[in-house]
């Protein structure tokens, strides 16, 4: 799945430097937009170690205006939310209506990290993911908009990215053994990773996949995908609802790569 995501896709500095205005002023105007609204969005970042989901946030905070947006960089759980439901962390965080938030660090980062260092079997994987894909219909159902974002990076450039990051003493401290034992499971990482993402892609929980090789490339991809899915899902608002039956768990829709 990922190839489609390794075609060496980059932007140059004029181009990106041309379409940074735009798509900044349409990110706040869509902002304000959602303020004025019913709706909640709620931004998944996710991919490889090494990919620029920090980077990514941090870009998200800086285009849109921070006083309306929440991140929640979520670790290990806490003895409290050990105690609790699984999703009680993430229930807790959830952004009010005319709000964003930003997670970095979700309920799939322990699932497919677990899978791929072999700490949980197959069957747990998959319960896993079908609890996942039930929580995400819920939200969708009480009108928050999921915005899934996947940065893909290959083995080689994630090897370099750590190599030069050592290198400099201003951020070395940035790759941890940890991640170097994910580089080492990289192979396995990428099959969960991928399978993950096949069977949690939902029309209302949608994927996007984006090359993250080139920083300009995956800023502004990260940007306009961003952007297109609030356009479109207040555009829908306004729509008068389909008339539909159960719906129960709809079937995988196809994974956008960009």
Known sequence: ??????????????????????????????????????????????????SGKGDTVNLLLDWFDSRGIETHALGEPSEEEIERPPYFRYWRRLPPAGSLAIFFGSWYTGAIAQHSLGKIDEAQFEDHLRRIVEFERTLADNGVLLIKIWLHITKSQQKRRFKRLSRDRETAWRVTKRDWEYHRTYDRFVLSASRAIRRTDRAHASWHVIEAQDARYRNLKVAETVLASIETHLEDATQPPAANGNHGLPAPAPVNII
């Open 1 to 50: 799945m990922f190839e489609s995501a390794e075609l060496g896709r980059k932007l140059n500095k004029k181009t990106f430097q041309q379409r940074e205005p735009e798509v900044r002023e349409a990110l706040l105007d869509a902002q304000l937009r959602l303020k004025e609204s019913s709706i909640s969005a709620l931004i998944v970042i996710a991919g490889a170690e090494g």
